[in-house]
């Protein structure tokens, strides 16, 4: 590895100017062993090929006056040993700390075999055991230490400044009870080496549970940046070479084998496959793709080979925009969590006061000997005290939840979507493309006299030749699966609203609704009823008349999605209402609405009404979700409390909405519903707790019990319990993982 | 004697930190100049902590985390509904431009860390 080529990647800090491009370009080629070096001034990174050190470059960028960092993105395995190597370093400083204490602990309970301090080299034996201990503190919370140093000469305390004045106060105490024990009074001659050192085994033992139930709670995103591929079989001069994905270019062609992942976002140039597309979209079952297809970075090929040609490499890949998003969202707020951050930022100063208070009312009122009640007491107050637990509870659950929700295809934009979501009375559907599968088919022809279905095909679908319609899509689907040819057409024009007509061997063709034939004149009485007929069961009529003359009755219907109708019923049994927007007319409107059982559904709407719709059921007090494609309802989408965009694959536009439901069944909408109210509820139980706890735990370590029942708590008792009071925190915002989802029945 | 000592060191150990803590005026703060800006993220503070900038000001903050444990591990600008995740002993930036003059806090997820970005115009 060492003796080959390869590339590394920096991170530059201290960039000001392009200038400096130059200036480091120069620096990094002087190393010996590159042998390309470019920098990119817009975000600030080196790219150095050749075979050389990561630490060397560095050294060399440092040596004109900047600074660098090996930087590949998304290592997860670098960040994974860094973590590891964090959890080890935590379990030793505990375990250390328990060698220390335990002893010491036992020696004064248990079974004395140590010399007491009044006994002939008592006094020396214990300040040499206070030089043990000074030393365990070192090792075992020198990184506290230093770190409440700092914070508290930058003007703020936190979690460490506590631990470390609580700790401190221990073993100084007891230090100077070994030192200057002839002149202390008999009854202050208490040492707390024990408890200092107990208390950091605990106060580690509690960060080495924390950390490791954290590791969990990022499960979703490992999950994620885990399906990028790292190599690319890449198809450069007519060569196929295995490259790093980091180096595909948009345009590489791509050689995909059975079984490999896929590298970069593309469309296939060449063979045909199945490609397993779960992991992003969440729909189980593989999904066929040939020449032109799209395929996506991180799904998996299953039996076939292709090759594919890069259109979306890097950063801008589906996956990577997933990936981002769920980040940003995995680290923002909901609302709920704000008055928690506010206590928090004042909670560590507080404490600080209260545990002058404390020390004070000891001295002046407490018992003899009240040197020791002082420092006991202050000591609990500060250990006691647990700033974590009120600030782990509601990021740490926004991060399960989010990423639960993501695995199974349902991107949470932010914290606040994620709380207003569970809080929806009313979900609107658009109806096509969202309760219909969107792409409308020909369901039924009523010929009058004797016109073939072939014919009637074959002059629809000419006339519909070039158009975009929807409708005439349908249309020219149903001419072309006759193999109708079709014929040429003139004088083209399309009424708005109504449809089309043009010249067809100088017959005037008329095809649309039945405004254009009774507007021209045309009869149609005589398929009058069928039309009202289908128009019931949710079919669009279109009549087709030639020369005045009426031809057919063809109708069209946008299918309804296989799953909508129990969607919609699971969205009732959350206590939601379900409404239908669409611009469809009312008999097809209400059909449909009839078919998949919503509350109510509003017809015949252009699209700023969809808009005023929604104002509209908010005036009423409603808090509405509004369920879209995303591109054409982008304004609906941003006024509702709660936008959905929903989709089918990755092209859904994860930009416009709060809530964006990568495959197109409507039950991720109570998917995302249920995940969010059992995240904001998962909240409230971490907050509530937090809150309790420090409330009750501060005073009774304080000692207001004192006076009544006579309880007092040990300080090693309150680390403890602080230690366990942000782990229960952690194991609760865990327990979400196990949230079931509906998706799949 | 010791009576009026201790409640008095204990009545100005009061005083001192809601001075400190509250009241005095901060030191660690950084004007944005060039539009970049290194903040160090280490034992529990940010440095450094407060970062001046103008309106529409292109801002980099390059974020470098050199506290492993895992309450360093993101940085959120709640008022700015951003949010970026910081790799151990690396450099990330956040890219920024505000547009509206104002006080803007940066905090770790937990709220331990934190920082301000101080908009004018």
Redesign the interface.
Known sequence: MSNEANHIHL???????ASCVKKIETALQAVDGVTQASVNFA??SAIVTGTVKAESLIKAVQGVGY?A???TADDLSE?EA??Q??LR?TFYRMLVAFLVGIPIFADALIYSFIPSLTDPYGQITWFAIGVIVLGMIYYSAG?MY??????F????????TLITIGTFAAWLYSMGVVIFLKHLPHLAQHLYFDTAALVLAFINMG?FL??RA?GQTSQAIKQLIGLQAKTARVIRDNKEIDIAIEHVMLGDLIRIRPGDKIPVDGALTDGDSYVDESMITGEPSPVKKTIDDDVVAGTLNKTGTFIFKATRVGKDTALSHIIDMV??AQ???PSIG?L??KI???FV?IV??IA??T??AW??LGPNPNVIYTLVTTMTVLLIAC??AL??GT?LAVMVGVGKAATAGILIR?GDALQTAGQLTTVVLDKTGTITAGNPQLMEIVAANNHTHQDILQLAGSIETGSEHPLAQAILAAANEVQAALLPCSDFTAIEGHGVQAKINNDTILLGNQKLMLDNNIDIHSVAESARQFAAQGHTPIYLARNQQFIALLTVADPIKADSKSAIAKLQSLGIKVAMLTGDNKATAAAVAKQVGVDQYFAELLPHDKLSQIEALQQQGEIVGMVGDGINDAPALAKANVGFAIGTGTDVAIESSDVTLIRGTLHGIADAIAVSRATIKNIKQNLFGAFLYNALGIPVAAGVLYPFIGVLLSPIIASAAMAMSSVTVVSNANRLRFFKLGTRE | MNIILFNSIGIALIVFFIWWFWLSSHKSASSVVDGVITIKVTGGVYLPDTINAKVNQPIELCFTREDPSPCAEAVIFDGLNLSQSLPLNKTQAVKLKVDKAGTYEFTCPMGMYRGKLIITD
């Not at chain 1, 991170?11 to 100017?17: D, F, Q, V, Y």
């Not at chain 1, 230093?146 to 914070?151: G, P, T």
């Not at chain 1, 000469?153 to 460490?160: F, I, K």
């Open positions: 991170a530059l800090s201290g960039m000001s100017c975000d600030h600074d960092v090996s930087a960040q860094l973590e190597h964090y370093t990184h230093k770190s409440a140093v700092k914070a000469a930058a003007r703020s305390a936190n979690m460490d960060q924390e950390t954290r980040r940003q680290n923002s707020k704000r928690a951050d928090s930022s004042v100063p600080l006061i002058v208070i020390a004070m001295f002046n700033p974590c600030g782990l990021p932010n």
